[in-house]
């Protein structure tokens, strides 16, 4: 094993820090997505709630 070119060493290095950074920032696109999802249902949900009551409001009428 150490008779291998020792650029052989930083190419193996090089390929496992590459595959450490392609999970970390998946995991961390997937965090930002579900906040941002988070967020936009957020947002629908108080449209619901707000025509439901502006309804309530007009049925009472």
Known sequence: ?????W???LVVAGIIFS??????TAAKEREI???FIE???EIYM???RKERERR????SL
């Open 33 to 35: 997505d579900e906040a």
């Open 7 to 9: 650029w052989i060493y």
């Open 1 to 5: 094993m150490l008779s291998m070119p």
């Open 19 to 24: 595959g450490y950074m392609a999970v970390r």
């Open 46 to 48: 108080e449209r619901i």
């Open 56 to 59: 309530k409001q007009a049925k």
């Open 39 to 41: 967020k936009e249902g």
